[in-house]
């Protein structure tokens, strides 16, 4: 049983996971080998970061609402004020999320920003400024990421509570019911 | 005659309630009441039977379809609560089903962001009805344009430059992107009412004439041409920037707001003209 257990759990959107991987690991791979081989600090600079972009696009918007069930945005209101709004489905589609698939999109998210810290750390031994402004930018969009998820995922743990609160309410309510009935 | 056709109608919708009575059976026959509540309605069902009797004599072929009719009768008491727990889980799945971004496809997402970059830049650089309450503008702020420009104006002046691209490349994203935040900084420390990331996103698409104009640029090696479409493409930046940045600071305070902006665009402007 748990064998069989283990076997059919599995990654419910592989192809989400992928590109959620892909991107993050492209950008990374490609600065440690272009500062390894490469000495056109421009092609460099524009490719990571376009990468970096490209990723964060794809999290905030793409698997972030596949694997997780959660979206984050900012916009200003009718007062001028900045307001955060987030997003998520409701109670019960959440509590049939995947578990792999949630623990890979927070580890990816943590692991990618702590690599742009180590690089850049590497590049302010070396003193080597402009490459610092590579890891200063994706390392911007990696922590802007994983604060809005953060604060995403607070927003949704109290949604998941109410949603628990009222099928606790349904169910008393049909019991309920039965036992009119049954009078 | 009529009375058949009376009897025959009901018949469909016994047919359906009898199937919900075994679905009704088959619910409560988990829990261990489900045994006492089939043992009420056979009471009704013997009260019914006299009253089937009572007209057996005269219509003989008739007998067959009046106990199927008195059956639906006591079907009909008992699937009353079903309809209720019925309902309930359509009004579950009217909740679900309600569609928010969260669902959509992801080409739809795309599509909403491009024409977000491009209204934004539609509303900064060309005239627009929201000038004078400026906050209005750029309610929907991102960074992608912004982000964008400044990529493309430090590739521009990078291909332009005959030594030192690196450098070039680095000075002019450092000058823009540490220049927008600044200026923020400066307005926010002056006292007036801006929002940072929104700030950002102005300044940022302010420089799409500047980018223009180093286009044109790196395509014409005249000093003379590279003078006047670097001043025409600052004046034009400079007039899409001024409206927000003098509404957000104290009237008294406009002057000390404005200059390091147009301090910003000028120091741009020379590096074009200058990179040869």
Avoid at chain 1, 148 to 159: L, Q, R
Avoid at chain 2, 75 to 94: Q, R, Y
Wanted: charged share 15%.
């Amino acid at each position: 049983m748990s064998t069989q257990q283990e076997v059919t759990e599995n990654y419910a959107n592989p192809k989400t996971c992928f590109f959620h991987v892909l991107f993050k690991a492209s950008a990374l791979a490609f600065y440690i080998l272009s500062t390894l081989f490469v000495n056109n600090f421009v092609i460099i600079f524009v490719i990571t970061v376009l990468l970096a972009a490209l990723d964060f696009w794809v999290v905030k918007n793409v698997s972030g609402r596949i694997l997780v069930g959660l979206r984050w945005w900012n916009e200003i209101n009718d007062e001028g004020e900045s307001v955060w709004k987030f997003e998520c489905l409701d109670g019960e589609s959440l509590a049939r999320m995947n578990k792999k698939d949630s623990w890979l999109f927070w580890w990816t998210l943590y692991l990618a920003a702590a690599a742009w810290i180590i690089l850049g750390i590497f590049s302010l031994i070396r003193l080597q400024a402009d490459y610092l402004l590579v890891v200063g930018v994706c390392l911007s969009l990696s922590i802007a990421n994983i604060i809005g998820f953060t604060k995403c995922n607070k927003d949704a743990k109290k949604n998941i509570q109410d949603w628990t609160r009222s099928a606790l309410l349904s169910g008393s309510v049909r019991s309920h019911l039965q036992s009119a009935f049954g009078v | 005659m009529s009375h058949n056709h009376g009897d025959t109608i009901p018949l469909h919708p016994s047919s359906a309630q009898s199937d919900m009575d075994e679905i009704e059976s088959l619910i409560h026959a988990a829990p261990s009441p489900a045994t006492v509540l089939p043992a009420r309605p056979p009471s009704p069902t013997r009260a019914s039977i006299p009253v089937s009797s009572s007209p057996a004599p005269s219509p003989v072929p008739t007998k067959p379809p009046f106990p199927a009719a008195s059956i639906p009768i006591s079907v009909s008491v008992s699937p009353v609560p079903v309809p209720a727990s019925v309902s309930v889980p359509i009004g579950a799945d009217g909740f679900g089903s309600p569609p928010n971004t969260l669902t959509e496809p992801v080409w739809d997402t795309i599509k909403r962001d491009l024409a977000r970059i491009v209204s934004n830049l539609k509303l900064v650089v060309f005239p627009n009805p929201y000038r004078e309450d400026p906050g209005k503008a750029l309610r929907d702020w991102d960074l992608w344009g912004p982000f964008f420009f400044i990529v493309f104006l430090g590739l521009t002046l990078s291909w332009s430059a005959s030594v030192k691209k690196s450098e070039v490349f680095a000075v002019a994203f450092a000058v823009l992107a540490a220049g927008a935040i600044i200026l923020t900084l400066n307005v926010l420390l002056l006292g007036g009412h801006i929002i940072f990331f929104q700030s950002l996103s102005l300044l940022g698409y302010c420089l799409f004439p500047l980018d223009v104009g180093a286009l044109v640029c790196m395509l014409k090696d005249n000093v003379i041409l590279k003078i006047v479409v670097v001043t025409i493409t600052l004046a034009w930046s400079s007039w899409a920037a001024y409206p927000f940045m003098s509404a957000a600071v104290n009237p008294r305070r406009k002057a000390l707001a404005l200059y390091p902006v147009f301090l910003m665009y000028i120091s741009v402007g020379f590096l074009i003209i200058a990179i040869d």
